[in-house]
């Protein structure tokens, strides 16, 4: 059974249109995350959710806007994407606390922006 | 700033020959975690070790070790007798505890291991 999976694995869509990304784990974790990882490989957290609440909120652009139905998933919408969008999106899962657990990640999605 | 240093962008070896990656972390806390993840040409990020603050032991795992130094701030990993399905970028990341309260990591800008048989 996968731990953290994400869907779609890649995505190829025009701009100005609206995708999602969608996230499950099956580890009982409270805790969820998206990071993006650019060109560069670096990676960088948008977002965090704690049992369904929002705890971090990164400077992104409010045209991305997570949404967690329950704490086993943790969705990414983003609105009217952009060329600078391209990149991959984790999703990733902790216990608490995550700092002395560690993330487990999704295997990633990778977005184009055409 | 940078909190955390991966000062090699790219190292290439031989298979069979170690390779040290350099981990360079900057932290007031006094507690505060250490991690290594490795990516993979195919993408996935895979823990591979967790360190706090408290626990200067290296540690070796198979053909890994690690080698966290408090004076110098730096949590290097080694890979004894390199093997091709070594190839990875490596990600070295601190946790601190008192400025993160719901594990916002700082992750170093990764090092590219290239193997070659």
């Known amino acids: 059974d996968t731990a953290v999976s994400q869907t779609p694995k890649y995505l190829v869509t025009q701009m100005g249109n609206d995708k999602s990304i969608k996230c499950e784990q099956n580890l009982g974790h409270d805790t969820m995350y998206w990071y993006k990882q650019d060109s560069k490989k670096f990676l960088k957290i948008m977002f965090s959710y704690n049992n369904k609440e929002l705890i971090i909120n990164e400077t992104v652009p409010n045209r991305f806007s997570p949404k967690s139905p329950d704490k086993a998933h943790l969705n990414l919408h983003i609105n009217s994407l952009e060329l600078g969008d391209s990149a991959v999106y984790f999703c990733?899962?902790?216990?608490?606390?995550?700092?002395?657990?560690?993330?487990?990640f999704g295997s990633g999605t990778r977005l184009t922006v055409v | 700033a940078q909190k955390v240093t991966q000062a090699q962008t790219e190292i290439s070896v031989v298979e069979k020959e170690d390779v040290t990656l350099d981990c360079v972390y900057e932290t007031r806390d006094t507690t505060y975690y250490l991690f290594w993840y490795k990516q993979p040409p195919s993408g996935e990020l895979v823990f591979l070790i967790r360190?706090?603050?408290?626990?200067?032991q290296n540690e070796i795992s198979g053909r890994y070790s690690w080698n966290f130094q408090k004076s110098t701030s730096s949590f290097n990993f080694t890979i004894t007798a390199s093997q091709v399905v070594d190839s990875a970028v490596y990600f070295c990341a601190l946790s601190e505890e008192a400025t993160d309260s719901w594990g916002k990591f700082q992750f170093g800008a990764g090092t590219q291991v290239v193997v070659t048989p």
């Open positions: 990733a899962s902790s216990r608490n606390p995550t700092r002395q657990y560690g993330y487990t």
């Open positions: 360190r706090n603050s408290f626990d200067e």
